[in-house]
């Protein structure tokens, strides 16, 4: 069936190290991408978003790039903050076949 | 527009209780969803309305759990009989059918604890 792949955490970084986080997805068709972030004590919130095949989606300093190919929609950001330490889900839009489903989350945090 | 909002927080209940949760969306936002969330886990599909018509439920939302959107605004997820393992956080999220893509926007959701 249609689902994502998240690679598993807690990820710890040191400040200004690169992140990636990897999702590939398994659909029908190919639906735009999302990836949410979850702070501490907030609810989910979009972080960026990619519409078609090498879409690249960014925000806040984080990209990802769709790549049909791969079927990926990999995380990046060249330099992390202690702020961006969070949970970080990747979604299919749920308007493209009712995919409603999320990856299991990516538990970040950035250490000073 | 301020946002999802979801009631009450938080709710501790003893099991074989009822609980309602209340979900308001965002008010231009046809499209409402029910999600679950446990510790360490993503959100899970439960439900998903637009406007008043409840379009899916999931395999998760057994017969003791309830969702109506009666007027197509806000809406409430019913838990009957309620049992330990149901415990979690319950998410309610809204998007709008005139996007080119259905991103969601959440509430800051509603905590349940089954003693």
């Known amino acids: 069936g249609d689902s994502v792949t998240q690679m598993e955490g807690p990820v710890t970084l040191s400040e200004e190290a690169f992140l990636t986080i990897n999702c590939t997805y398994t659909?029908?068709?190919?639906?735009?991408l999302f990836w949410y972030v979850q702070y501490p004590g907030e609810g989910l919130q979009l972080l960026l978003k990619a519409t078609k095949a090498d879409d690249k989606g960014s925000n806040k300093g984080f990209e990802a790039t769709y790549r049909k190919e791969t079927t990926s929609f990999h995380l990046e950001k060249g330099s992390v903050q202690v702020s961006d330490s969070a949970v970080y889900f990747c979604a299919p839009d749920p308007n493209t076949g009712n995919q409603f489903y999320f990856g299991t989350g990516t538990s970040l945090t950035v250490i000073p | 527009d301020t946002g999802v909002s979801q009631n009450p927080r938080h709710k501790i209940t003893k099991r074989g209780q009822n609980v309602t949760f209340r979900c308001d969306p965002i008010?231009?936002?046809?499209?409402l969803y029910w999600y679950r969330q446990t510790l360490g886990q993503g959100p899970e599909f439960l439900t998903y309305?637009?406007?008043?018509?409840?379009?899916?439920k999931s395999r998760l939302l057994s017969d003791r759990f309830s969702a109506e959107r009666p007027k197509g605004s806000f809406s409430t997820l019913e838990i009957q009989r309620t049992e330990q393992g149901d415990s979690a956080m319950y998410l309610c999220a809204s998007s709008s059918h005139r996007g080119r893509t259905g991103e969601l926007f959440f509430g800051e959701g509603s905590r349940l604890t089954v003693l």
């Open positions: 309305f637009q406007n008043e018509a409840q379009l899916e």
């Open positions: 008010s231009e936002h046809n499209r």
């Open positions: 659909a029908t068709g190919y639906p735009s």
